[in-house]
């Protein structure tokens, strides 16, 4: 089997910006070619990513999908990619196209996880004029349809309706998109990364370390924590794994964890974030195809369980080959003949 890396630069980023995406992808691209894999990497810089793959056969050809949009097409989302990796008949890793969409619907997730039983911060999708509705303060001000923390800054927190109205406005002018507004959970903020199918596998929790920052609105994770080197939640936010939990916590956010996975349908591997309130649990978001750069709490998570980051992509790998036809007849008659005989 080969496999072949996608993933998305637009031109139009910033130079740092395209440093680092690049410098990531090959990252992975040389960790598989590390443990003896054939592999091929293509950037997708335009629209046409059936272009690229019409020069590799699904037969012999797995697609390690890390394409989050195409660029040139603003209506271009998530779902749509791997629905294109899906209609040219490719094996592809992470995550079904409907749950991908899923997850980018913010007020659906909610409702999901509600009638699973899991616990969600208060929210509502509000537009500026509705601001005067909203009475649960400090609140949040996030994208309802958006991942990657995009307009996330300390002003996301507001005090006041006069604030929340302005947050709205930059969530609608800024990404062309509605704004949900939350009961901010000023507590804990914990990530639990998950991998592997039939039975899935928890790794060492990651909390995120706000004790740096005095101000609430200033405790969490921001654009700038997640993709600007130098900035002050990029350099004073502290990841701790494993999470110092007592058994009890550790049991707790384990089960509502592989409830949500299961739940959602989830595969191959995901992030779920919680913030821990007066002893309650709340799951904030569900990450599937979440970012897996080797400085991220799921590549520092793995590391903790004794995989190198090589070790690791190979892994990802190793759930989405199960997946393949030939390598799953394969199994097929291995399991036979080991049952035989």
């Given at each position: 089997?080969?496999?072949?890396?996608?993933?998305?630069?637009?031109?139009i980023?910033?130079?740092?910006?395209?440093?680092?995406?690049?410098?990531?992808?090959?990252m992975?691209?040389?960790s598989l070619?590390?443990e003896?894999?054939?592999?091929?990497?293509?950037?997708?810089r335009n629209?046409?990513l059936?272009?690229?793959?019409?020069?590799?056969?699904?037969?012999?050809?797995?697609?390690?999908?890390?394409?989050?949009?195409?660029?040139?097409?603003?209506?271009?989302?998530?779902?749509?990619i791997?629905?294109?990796i899906?209609?040219r008949?490719?094996t592809y890793?992470?995550?079904?196209?409907?749950?991908?969409?899923t997850?980018?619907?913010?007020?659906?997730?909610?409702?999901?996880?509600?009638?699973?039983?899991i616990?969600?911060p208060?929210?509502?999708?509000?537009?500026?004029?509705e601001?005067d509705?909203?009475k649960?303060f400090?609140?949040i001000?996030?994208?309802?349809h958006?991942h990657?923390?995009?307009?996330i800054?300390?002003?996301s927190?507001?005090?006041n309706?006069?604030?929340l109205?302005?947050?709205?406005?930059?969530v609608?002018?800024?990404l062309?998109?509605?704004?949900?507004v939350?009961d901010?959970?000023?507590?804990?903020e914990?990530?639990?990364s998950?991998?592997?199918?039939?039975?899935?596998?928890?790794?060492?929790?990651a909390?995120?370390d706000?004790?740096?920052?005095?101000?609430?609105r200033?405790?969490?994770?921001?654009?700038d924590?997640?993709?600007?080197?130098g900035?002050e939640?990029?350099?004073k936010?502290?990841?701790?794994?494993p999470a110092?939990?007592?058994e009890?916590?550790?049991?707790?956010?384990?089960?509502?964890?592989l409830?949500?996975?299961?739940?959602?349908g989830?595969?191959?591997?995901?992030r779920f974030?919680?913030?821990?309130?007066?002893?309650?649990?709340?799951?904030?978001?569900?990450?599937?195809?979440?970012?897996?750069?080797?400085?991220?709490?799921?590549?520092?998570a793995?590391?903790k369980?004794?995989y190198?980051?090589?070790?690791?992509?190979?892994?990802?790998?190793t759930?989405?080959?199960?997946?393949h036809p030939?390598?799953k007849?394969?199994?097929?008659?291995?399991?036979t003949?080991?049952?035989?005989?």
């Open positions: 089997m080969k496999i072949l890396i996608i993933y998305n630069l637009d031109p980023w910033e130079n740092h910006e395209i440093k680092e995406v690049r410098r990531s992808n090959r992975i691209f040389q070619k590390k003896g894999i054939e592999t091929y990497i293509e950037e997708v629209p046409h059936e272009k690229i793959l019409e020069a590799y056969d699904p037969s012999d050809t797995i697609v390690f999908n890390l394409c989050e949009t195409l660029p040139g097409l603003v209506s271009c989302t998530e779902e749509k791997v629905e294109i899906e209609n008949g490719f890793t992470g995550n079904k196209p409907e749950v991908i969409a997850s980018y619907d913010k007020m659906k997730v909610k409702e999901i996880l509600v009638t699973l039983g616990s969600v208060y929210g509502a999708v509000l537009s500026m004029e601001a509705t909203w649960i400090p609140a001000v996030k994208p309802s958006e990657c923390s995009l307009t800054s300390e002003k927190v507001v005090y309706t006069s604030e109205r302005e947050q709205i406005g930059v609608n002018n800024e062309n998109q509605s704004a949900i939350e901010f959970i000023d507590g804990r914990f990530h639990v998950v991998w592997n199918n039939n039975e899935p596998e928890i790794l060492p929790l909390e995120m706000f004790s740096a920052f005095h101000e609430a200033k405790r969490l994770c921001t654009y924590s997640k993709n600007i080197p900035s939640h990029y350099e936010i502290e990841i701790l794994i110092p939990l007592n009890q916590q550790l049991k707790k956010i384990e089960k509502i964890t409830t949500a996975w299961k739940g959602f989830c595969l191959d591997y995901a974030d919680f913030r821990l309130r007066d002893d309650k649990f709340y799951l904030l978001d569900v990450n599937p195809n979440n970012d897996i750069s080797f400085d991220t709490s799921f590549a520092l793995a590391e369980n004794n190198s980051y090589s070790q690791m992509v190979k892994r990802i790998i759930m989405a080959a199960e997946r030939k390598i007849e394969e199994l097929i008659v291995q399991n003949f080991n049952n035989v005989f």
